[in-house]
């Protein structure tokens, strides 16, 4: 038996984790840049910080998009994160940019986390063939 291919839903989370991952490298490699022409050590050190991550990111969408198991939960987990802090925003804040704002991080974190766990979702990360 084979490995189930891969479902539009999964590949859609891996492309955006994809996406993030490459912003937080450039965004990092900005920040390694503006902080070396200009000695700014809190600079070198945010970039080196988003360096970091966007590598780690990178790793993470490559395992999710070969079925693994633990990307799948990690991501899970941070977009949870994401939807808690999302709701404590709007809780705290009355302007309207951050009410559309946070209402725009449920709403994708909430889709993220459909794609991440439907039917389909479940049978490849599981290793079945889907019905």
């Avoid at 039917?119 to 019905?131: K, V």
């Amino acid at each position: 038996m084979s490995a189930p291919r891969r479902p539009g839903s999964v590949t859609v989370v891996v492309v955006l984790t994809w996406i993030s991952a490459v912003l937080a490298l450039l965004g990092g490699i900005a920040l390694l840049v503006l902080g070396a022409s200009a000695p700014n050590r809190l600079a070198v050190i945010v970039g080196v910080v988003y360096v970091l991550i966007g590598l780690v990111t990178g790793a993470v969408a490559s395992r999710l998009g070969k079925g693994g198991r633990g990307a799948r939960l990690l991501v899970t987990i941070l977009t949870v994160l994401q939807i808690v802090g999302a709701l404590t925003a709007l809780t705290g804040v009355g302007a309207t940019t951050a009410t559309s704002s946070g209402w725009g991080s449920i709403v994708i974190g909430l889709l993220l986390l459909y794609l991440l766990w439907n039917a389909r979702a479940n049978a490849f990360f599981a290793g079945q063939r889907p019905l």
